[in-house]
């Protein structure tokens, strides 16, 4: 058009390959590192980037359309990651700036490349086989045991993001996100297994789509939609349910 000439190309990524969780070769940051690694290192209950976008998607996007579902810019979603990992003092200020899609976006990117994911490899099967129990008491024990099961880290956080997503539910009349909404967001994001995981329970990516990614949006579903779930009372329930099984 015009004597100008427009030329482009197409990378194919394999599904495959987009869905890898790659642990990250430095451990200095917080993106690919172990969840229990940075929280040793912070000396928190749960990391600062996660309470960090929770706060200030509850100060300033939880009455946003869309909020979780709709896509931040990338640009601002890498470079809010790049401060995070370098642990940059003007973390607070750039949050304040940012477009809140991409502070959601962040905290989403964040659990994706988590190097396994959050509710862990070990306990997948058991959370895949938990949530397809048709007796409501059966599923109701073995959901909470496998929370009792998670290493600390994981279960602080996870009970800490459960929480925050309710209250963003909460204004589903505003910002349209219903509890299915955001399992469907979310469940994925917490519970496909690492690559190495995958191949032992997945005979071929279709299923990644069909099958596998409804009973993680099931299993996120199922806890969101569970009364108040205490750290401190699941614990005290771990000796009497060990000994009463």
């Known amino acids: 058009m015009n004597g100008i000439k427009v030329e482009f190309s197409m990378k194919f990524t394999s599904r495959d390959m987009s869905l890898k969780r790659t642990p990250s070769k430095k451990q200095t940051g917080v993106f690919g590192v172990k969840i229990s690694v940075v929280t040793k290192r912070e000396r928190s209950k749960v990391p600062y980037i996660v309470r960090q976008c929770v706060e200030e998607v509850e100060k300033r996007g939880i009455e946003e359309v869309g909020i979780y579902r ?61 949530i397809a129990l048709s007796d409501p008491a059966a599923k109701e024990n073995c959901m909470m045991h496998l929370l009792r099961s998670l290493p600390d880290p994981n279960l602080i956080t996870f009970l800490f993001l459960l929480e925050h997503l309710k209250r963003v539910a909460e204004k589903e009349p505003i910002n349209k996100m219903s509890l299915h909404n955001l399992a469907t967001v979310f469940g994925p994001t917490l519970l496909r297994p690492s690559e190495v995981e995958s191949k032992a329970h997945l005979t071929s990516a279709a299923d990644i789509w069909s099958h596998d990614v409804m009973a993680q949006v099931q299993v996120l579903l199922y806890y969101l939609q569970h009364p108040p779930i205490s750290f401190a009372e699941l614990k005290r329930n771990t000796l009497y349910f060990s000994t009463d099984v």
């Open 70 to 130: 709709i896509s931040g810019v990338a640009t601002d979603i890498q470079a809010l990651k790049a401060v995070f990992d370098a642990n940059n003092k003007d973390i607070l200020l750039m949050l304040s700036d940012m477009d809140i899609n991409a502070i959601a976006g962040t905290l989403k990117l964040y659990f994706r490349e988590l190097p396994e994911p959050l509710l862990t490899d070990r306990l997948y099967p058991a959370f895949m086989e938990g």
